[in-house]
C-alpha cells in the first residue's frame, strides 16, 4: 500500500499511471495502439463460429445428398463447398486478427467500395466474361474460379457504415432523426433492387431496425414504422416486375388451398414443400432422402432450396435443429455485443445477428411456403464460394469484437436511462 | 464472460431481439411441423411417386361368339399414332418459336413489350412452322393417309376439343357465379370467361391421329416420333374387329312367293349383322365411365386395374356395353423403383368371352331375306296394302326362339346399319323417323299384338274354366245383336258378302277350326268368359308388362291396359281376346308365348347370353286338352285351304304361304289395327302436332315349327309394320325364316348352297 507496485495491476492502477489525456469521448477515439489491448480467447463468439461450422458442415452433407442417386463420393458441388469452407475460415481469421477499430477507420472506404461494386455490375457495357446476366439479373462478378456477388459483401458493409453512423449520435430517437439512416439505407438497397435482387434488397431492412432497436430508437417509432409499410406493402404490388408478381401469386394461391398453379408458378414452391414434408419427424435417410431428393427435381436443391433436402433427410428434428443452430448464432453474436462497451463493436454483432437471423427466416420461410420465393441463399449451407466466404467474414467480424475486451472505465453506450 | 445486467437499456433491448428471433423461429417451427408431422405421410407419398415408373400393360377384350363359337368380335393387335394437341392445334410452333426467340435474347427479353416479344416470336416462326409440317408430311407419309384427310382430322380434333372447352368453361363460369352470387362480397369481381379458361385436359394431352397403324408402318413412325418424344407417341391401339360385320348370302329365290321367285340364287350382301344385338365400341371415354370406375376405389383407395384412360374404348351399344365389365379386363401394371430397380409387375388379364345364344349366320341369312332388294319388306302389289304406295320400303323384324332352351337363335331388325356408318356418319343413322334403322324392333318396339294371341287366349279360357273344347260356338258377325257396327268379325263385310263363318261352313266353330279360320265371334266370346282381371292377369302371366332383362339395353316392356288404370273394362277385354283395344308386345314376346305353348305352359325366360343367369322357368299350368286344340288350330291354319296361313291369294291363282318340304308348320297371322307412326314433333307440345309419316295395319305371323311329325323346335315371330295383312306380308317372311334354319341345319330339308362368309374391311 505504500506505493509499493502490487503483483497485478488494476486497471484503475494502469490508467493512473499511462493517463490519456482528454475527454472520456477521447477515450474511444483515441488511436488503436492507445487503446487497452487486451485479447481473450474466452468468449461467446465460439458459440457463432461452432454454429456456423455446424451448419457449413451440414451444408456440404446435403449438397453432396443432391447429387442424384448415380453420384458417388463427394460431388463436385460438394468438393467446391468443402474448399471454400476452408477459404472462408481463413477469411474470418484474417478479418479477426486486427483490431476492428482498424476496420471502423476503413469503413468508409469499404463503403464506398461495396457501393463502387453494385454500380458496377449494372454498368451495361461491362463485358459479359465479367459480368453476365442470369435470366435478366446482373448480380455477379466473375472471378474466373467462382463467381462474386457485391451484395454479399454489401450487406457486411452496410453494418459497419450504420454502426459507425450510430455509435455517438442519438438523434434517432426522434422520428425525423430515423429519416437519415432510412436515406443511407436506400443507397445500396436501390442498388440492388436494381439487379434485380428483391430478397436480398428486403435485407436491409432487417438489418437497420435490428441496429436501431438495440441503439435504443424508440420502440414505438419502429413499430409505427413497420405499421404503416405493412399497409402500404399492397400498393407496391404494381411495381413488381412480372416474375415476382407470380411468386406473389403462387404464395397467395397455395395458401388459400388452391393447387392448380402447382406444374407452373408454383412449381418450385409445391415440390420444396413436399421434400420438407415427406422428412417426417426424423428425416427419411441417407439413401431415400437422396433418391427422393434426385426423382423431384427439385430447382435450386442445392442452393437457395437447401432446407428443403435437410428437413427431407433429418425430418422435423433436423430442421428445427438447423434452425436451433441460427438462434445460436445470433445469440453468440447478441452476446458478443452484450459483453462489449464500444457502440460501433456493439452495433457490429447486433447488425449480423440481425442479417444472419433474417436472411435464414427468409429463406426457411420461402421454402416452408409462408413467404414467397426470392434468390436468397440458407447463410452457411446454401451452395456457393461467395456466400460462404462473406458469412464466415462475419463470423470473423464477432469473432473480432469478441476478442478485444472492453477497458473497464469505458463508457457503456447507447444507455438512455429506462425509457424508450 | 460478461454477465448480462437487465439494468442496462442496450441489454434489455438486445433481449428484445433474441425474442425477435425465438418468436420468427417458432412460427417456422409451427410451419414446419404442419407440413412433417401433420401432412408428413401424405407428403412422403406424393415425394415417392417420382421414384417409381409405372407402365400399363394393355389387356385384351373378350371376344363376343354366337352360339356355334363363331368369333363376332374379337381385338386385333395394331397401333396407334397419338399427337399432343399442341401439334394438333400448331400452337407448338409458336410456343418452341417463343422459346427460340427467348434464348437468343436472353438478356433483352425481359426488357421487351408483349407487342414487341410477339413481333421478335413471329421472326422465329417459319421454321418452327416448317418443322410441324414435315412431322405430318412424315405421318402421312409412313401411314399411307392423305395429307388431306390428316388435315381433316387435326381439324375436326380442334373443333372437338374446342367445343368441350368452351362447354367446360362455362359450367366452370356458372359454378364461380354461383359463389360469387351466394358470397355477400361485392368487393370481389363478377367472374367472367377469362377468370375460368384455363386448358382443359383435352387441350394438354395426346389425341389419337392415326389408328390400326401396321407394324412395319408402326416402327418407321418411332423412329420418327423419337425425335419428338412428348408430342409424338405410337401406342398399343388393338382395334375392335367384327368379322361378320360384312356376309355375303347366296339367297335362294325359288321358295319366295311367286311374283318374286326366281330359279336362282341372289348373293346379298348384309352389312352390320346382328350390330342391335352385338353394339359397337366408342373411342372416347365419358366422365360417367370415369365414375363407375374410378381409378381408385373412394371408400378403400384401391386401385382397379379396369379403370378408364384415355383413348380407351368403351363399348357403346348391345352386348359390348351391356357386358363391359365382363369383357373389358384389367390392365397389367409394372412399377419400376427407379432408385432401387425392384421391378414389381401385375399381370394384365384378359376380358372373358361372351357368348351369345344367337346364330349369326341365321341372322344374316333372315336379315338377307329381308333386304328390300329380294322384295319382301317393299310394298308389293299383292300385299294388299291400302295405305302404303307400292315398292315403299318397309320396316320389319323377326325373332327365332329356340323352344327347348328359350335361347334367342335370331334377332333381326330392319333396316339396320353397319358400324362403319355409325363410326362415320352416325347422324344418318338417326335421321329417318319412319323406318328407324337404330330401334331393335325385336325386344324394344312394342306392336299391337292382334289375332297372334288366339291361340293363347283359347288356352287361357279353357284352363281358366270360361269354356268348353265340346262346346262349339256360332260366327254370327258381330258379337252383340244389336251392334252390327262393332265387334265384328273380319268375314263380315262387304267385300265377303258380310258372311259369316257359320254361313260359310253350315256350322259352329270348335275350338280349332275358329283358330285356323281366325274367328273373332269365338275369341270374343271367350274374352267376355274371361273378363278384364282374369284377361290382364293372363298377359301378366306371358310377362307382357316387362321388358326381358336380356342384358341388353333398350329393351321395351308391352302395353297392358291403359295408362293409368288398372281395370280391364268389359268390353276391353272382349278386344283383348283378338290382340286389340290395350294390349300390344314387342316380337320376343310373341315368340315366348309360342315357345310357351309349344312346351305345353312352361314357360322359360328367353335370353341372348349363354351363362350369365339361370334360366327362369315357370309351370303356367296349362289345359293339355286347350293346348292340343291350340296347336291343332295352328297346324289347320297352315295345312287346311280355309286356314288364314295356308296361302296367298293373288288375283287369279294362290300359293301356299310356307313352302319349305320336311318340316312341320304350325302358324297363326294378325293384323293389327296400329296407330300411326308420325315424325319428330316439330313444336314440342305432343306427339298430335307431329306429322303422320305412315298409316296402316301391322302384319303378324308367328309360328311354331319343327322336323315333319315331330314336335316344334322353333318359335318364329316376324311383324312388318304399316305392312297390311299378315299372312301376305309377313308369312313369306316366317317361311324364309324357316328355310334359312333349314339351310342352317336347324330343320331337315335344307339346299347344298352355302353362304360365303367376308371379313368386314376395317377402315384406317
Redesign the interface.
Known amino acids: 500500500m505504500s506505493g509499493a507496485p502490487t503483483q497485478r495491476e488494476t486497471p484503475i492502477e494502469r490508467v493512473r499511471r499511462e493517463p490519456v489525456i482528454g475527454s472520456p469521448r477521447t477515450l474511444t477515439e483515441t488511436a488503436p495502439a492507445a487503446q487497452i489491448p487486451r485479447v481473450s480467447l474466452?468468449?461467446?463468439a465460439w458459440i457463432t463460429l461452432g454454429a456456423s461450422v455446424g451448419l457449413a458442415l451440414l451444408g456440404i452433407y446435403c449438397i453432396n445428398l443432391t447429387a442424384g442417386?448415380s453420384a458417388e463420393g463427394l460431388s463436385f458441388h460438394a468438393t467446391r463447398q468443402a474448399v471454400f469452407l476452408l477459404l472462408g475460415l481463413g477469411a474470418g481469421a484474417v478479418v479477426a486478427a486486427p483490431h476492428y477499430a482498424h476496420i471502423r477507420a476503413i469503413t468508409p472506404l469499404l463503403s464506398l467500395a461495396a457501393i463502387a461494386l453494385l454500380v458496377f455490375v449494372l454498368i451495361p457495357w461491362v463485358p459479359e466474361a465479367i459480368v453476365k446476366?442470369r435470366?435478366?439479373a446482373r448480380r455477379w462478378i466473375s472471378l474466373v474460379v467462382t463467381d462474386f456477388q457485391p451484395s454479399e459483401l454489401a450487406k457486411i458493409a452496410y453494418v459497419l457504415a450504420m454502426a459507425s453512423y450510430f455509435r455517438f449520435r442519438k438523434n434517432y430517437r426522434t422520428l425525423k432523426g430515423l429519416i437519415p439512416p432510412a436515406l443511407i439505407t436506400l443507397v445500396p438497397m436501390g442498388l440492388v433492387l436494381v439487379e434485380p435482387d428483391l430478397g436480398t434488397a428486403l435485407l436491409f431492412g432487417p438489418m437497420l431496425f435490428?441496429m436501431l432497436?438495440?441503439?435504443?430508437a424508440k420502440?414505438w417509432h419502429l413499430a409505427l414504422i413497420v405499421l404503416v409499410m405493412s399497409a402500404a406493402a399492397p400498393a407496391m404490388y404494381p411495381a413488381l416486375?412480372p416474375h415476382q408478381k407470380a411468386r406473389v401469386q403462387a404464395l397467395i394461391n397455395q395458401l388459400k388451398g388452391d393447387d392448380?398453379f402447382n406444374d407452373s408458378i408454383n412449381y418450385q414452391g409445391d415440390r420444396a414443400?413436399?421434400?420438407?414434408?415427406?422428412?417426417?419427424?426424423a428425416g427419411?435417410g441417407g439413401?431415400?432422402s437422396?433418391?427422393?431428393v434426385?426423382?423431384?427435381?427439385l430447382p435450386e436443391d442445392h442452393n437457395d432450396m437447401i432446407f428443403a433436402v435437410i428437413?427431407?433427410r433429418f425430418?422435423?428434428l433436423g430442421?428445427?435443429a438447423t434452425?436451433?443452430l441460427?438462434?445460436l448464432w445470433?445469440?453468440g453474436a447478441?452476446?458478443t455485443?452484450?459483453?462489449c462497451k464500444d457502440p460501433y463493436g456493439?452495433l457490429v454483432c447486433?447488425g449480423l445477428?440481425?442479417l444472419v437471423?433474417a436472411q435464414a427466416?427468409v429463406n426457411?420461410?420461402m421454402t416452408?411456403?409462408?413467404l414467397p420465393i426470392t434468390g436468397m441463399t440458407l447463410p452457411f449451407v446454401s451452395y456457393g464460394g461467395s456466400s460462404l466466404v462473406t458469412s464466415f467474414l462475419m463470423v470473423g467480424l464477432i469473432f473480432n469484437v469478441a476478442m478485444r475486451r472492453p477497458a473497464y472505465l469505458q463508457r457503456?453506450?447507447?444507455?438512455?436511462?429506462?425509457g424508450? | 464472460m460478461p454477465g448480462l445486467r437487465l439494468e442496462s437499456m442496450f441489454h434489455r433491448r438486445l433481449l428484445v431481439l433474441v425474442a425477435l428471433t425465438l418468436g420468427g423461429m417458432f412460427l417456422l417451427s409451427g410451419q414446419l411441423a404442419r407440413l412433417t408431422l401433420a401432412s408428413g405421410a401424405e407428403l412422403l407419398a406424393e415425394a415417392e411417386k417420382p421414384l417409381v415408373s409405372r407402365r400399363w400393360v394393355e389387356t385384351q377384350r373378350g371376344r363376343i361368339l354366337d352360339r356355334t363359337g363363331r368369333v363376332l368380335a374379337v381385338d386385333r393387335p395394331s397401333f396407334d399414332v397419338e399427337a399432343h394437341y399442341s401439334v394438333i392445334s400448331g400452337s407448338w410452333a409458336y410456343t418452341e418459336a417463343a422459346r427460340d426467340a427467348r434464348r437468343e435474347h436472353g438478356e433483352d427479353w425481359a426488357k421487351l413489350s408483349d407487342f414487341a416479344r410477339d413481333a421478335l416470336v413471329r421472326t422465329y416462326l417459319p421454321t418452327r412452322v416448317n418443322e410441324l409440317e414435315a412431322i405430318w408430311d412424315g405421318l402421312s407419309m409412313l401411314s399411307g393417309v392423305p395429307r388431306d384427310e390428316l388435315e381433316e382430322r387435326r381439324t375436326a380434333i380442334v373443333a372437338r376439343t374446342q367445343r368441350l372447352a368452351s362447354s367446360v368453361w362455362e359450367k366452370r363460369r356458372l359454378a364461380r357465379h354461383k359463389e360469387w352470387a351466394a358470397s355477400r362480397d361485392r368487393s370481389v369481381e363478377q367472374p367472367t370467361l377469362a377468370d375460368v379458361a384455363r386448358p382443359i385436359r383435352e387441350q394438354v394431352a395426346p389425341h389419337v391421329v392415326l389408328r390400326g397403324v401396321s407394324d412395319g408402318a408402326a416402327f418407321e413412325m418411332r423412329k420418327l416420333a423419337s425425335s419428338y418424344p412428348t408430342l409424338l407417341r405410337i401406342i398399343d391401339g388393338g382395334r375392335r374387329s367384327y368379322p361378320f360385320e360384312s356376309v355375303d348370302i347366296a339367297v335362294d329365290l325359288s321358295t319366295y312367293p311367286r311374283p318374286l321367285e326366281l330359279e336362282s340364287f341372289e348373293t346379298v350382301r348384309v352389312e352390320g349383322v346382328a350390330t342391335h344385338a352385338i353394339g359397337w365400341m366408342r373411342e372416347r371415354v365419358f366422365a360417367e365411365d370415369l365414375a363407375r370406375r374410378p381409378k381408385t376405389d373412394p371408400r378403400t383407395g384401391r386401385l382397379d386395374l379396369g379403370h378408364y384412360q384415355t383413348g380407351d374404348a368403351v363399348g357403346n351399344a348391345g352386348v359390348e356395353m351391356a357386358f363391359e365389365d365382363v369383357l373389358r379386363g384389367e390392365r397389367g401394371l409394372r412399377r419400376v423403383r427407379l432408385d432401387t430397380g425392384e421391378l414389381e409387375e401385375t399381370l394384365p388379364a384378359a376380358g372373358a368371352d361372351v357368348t351369345l345364344t344367337l346364330d349369326v349366320m341365321l341372322q344374316a341369312r333372315i336379315a338377307a331375306a329381308m333386304d328390300p332388294a329380294l322384295g319382301l319388306t317393299e310394298v308389293q302389289p299383292w300385299h294388299g296394302n291400302r295405305t302404303v304406295a307400292l315398292g315403299e320400303r318397309l320396316a320389319a323384324s323377326a325373332v327365332v326362339l329356340d323352344v327347348s332352351s328359350g335361347e334367342i337363335m335370331a334377332m333381326v331388325s330392319a333396316p339396320s346399319f353397319s358400324r362403319e356408318q355409325m363410326q362415320t356418319d352416325g347422324e344418318s343413322v338417326f335421321a329417318d323417323p319412319l323406318l328407324s334403322p337404330w330401334v331393335n324392333r325385336g325386344v324394344a318396339r312394342p306392336y299391337p299384338a292382334a289375332s297372334i294371341v288366339k291361340p293363347l287366349v283359347l288356352v287361357e279360357a279353357v284352363t281358366r274354366g270360361a269354356h268348353d273344347l265340346s262346346h262349339a260356338i256360332e260366327c254370327t258377325g258381330h258379337f252383340f245383336p244389336n251392334s252390327p257396327g262393332k265387334f265384328r268379325c273380319w268375314i263380315y263385310r262387304a267385300r265377303y258378302g258380310m258372311s259369316t263363318h257359320t254361313s260359310v261352313t253350315g256350322h259352329a266353330l270348335d275350338a280349332a277350326e275358329a283358330l285356323a279360320r281366325s274367328c273373332n265371334i269365338y275369341f270374343y266370346t271367350l274374352g267376355q268368359r274371361l273378363g278384364g282381371a282374369r284377361m290382364r292377369a293372363f298377359y301378366e302371366s306371358l310377362g307382357v308388362e316387362r321388358p326381358y332383362d336380356l342384358g341388353l339395353p333398350g329393351a321395351s316392356a308391352g302395353f297392358l291396359g291403359y295408362r293409368g288404370r288398372e281395370v280391364i273394362e268389359p268390353n276391353e277385354a272382349i278386344m283383348m281376346a283378338i290382340g286389340q283395344g290395350p294390349i300390344s308386345w314387342t316380337p320376343l314376346h310373341a315368340a315366348d308365348a309360342y315357345a310357351t305353348l309349344a312346351r305345353r305352359g312352361l314357360r322359360i325366360e328367353p335370353s341372348l347370353v349363354r351363362g350369365r343367369k339361370r334360366p327362369d322357368y315357370a309351370n303356367l299350368g296349362w289345359d293339355a286338352g286347350a293346348v292340343s286344340a291350340a296347336l291343332e288350330g295352328l297346324r289347320q291354319g297352315v295345312a287346311e285351304e280355309f286356314g288364314t296361313a295356308h296361302h296367298i291369294a293373288y288375283d287369279t291363282q294362290r300359293e301356299p304361304i310356307f313352302n319349305a318340304t320336311g318340316v312341320t308348320v304350325m302358324a297363326k297371322t294378325g293384323t293389327g289395327q296400329a296407330t300411326s307412326t308420325r315424325g319428330p314433333d316439330p313444336d314440342g307440345d305432343g306427339p298430335e302436332s307431329a306429322p303422320v309419316l305412315r298409316n296402316g295395319d301391322h302384319a303378324w305371323t308367328v309360328a311354331l315349327v319343327g322336323p315333319e311329325g315331330g314336335a316344334p323346335a322353333y318359335a318364329v315371330a316376324v311383324v312388318v309394320e304399316h305392312g297390311g295383312p299378315g299372312g301376305r306380308v309377313a308369312g313369306p317372311i316366317a317361311n324364309q325364316v324357316i328355310h334359312a334354319l333349314q339351310e342352317e341345319g336347324y330343320l331337315p330339308g335344307g339346299s347344298a348352297e352355302t353362304s360365303t362368309e367376308t371379313e368386314g374391311v376395317e377402315p384406317q
Not at chain 1, 432497436?213 to 435504443?216: L, S, Y
Not at chain 1, 414443400?273 to 419427424?281: C, E, F, K, R, Y
Not at chain 1, 434426385?294 to 427435381?297: A, I, T, Y
Open positions: 474466452r468468449h461467446p442417386v446476366p435470366n435478366g435490428a432497436i438495440a441503439a435504443g420502440l416486375r392448380r414443400q413436399t421434400l420438407v414434408g415427406a422428412g417426417g419427424l427419411l439413401e431415400k437422396r433418391a427422393v434426385d426423382f423431384n427435381e428437413s427431407n425430418g422435423f430442421g428445427v434452425m436451433g441460427y438462434v445470433a445469440g447478441l452476446l455485443a452484450a459483453g456493439r447486433v445477428a440481425g437471423a427466416s426457411i420461410g416452408i411456403g409462408v457503456k453506450s447507447f444507455e438512455f436511462g429506462k424508450g
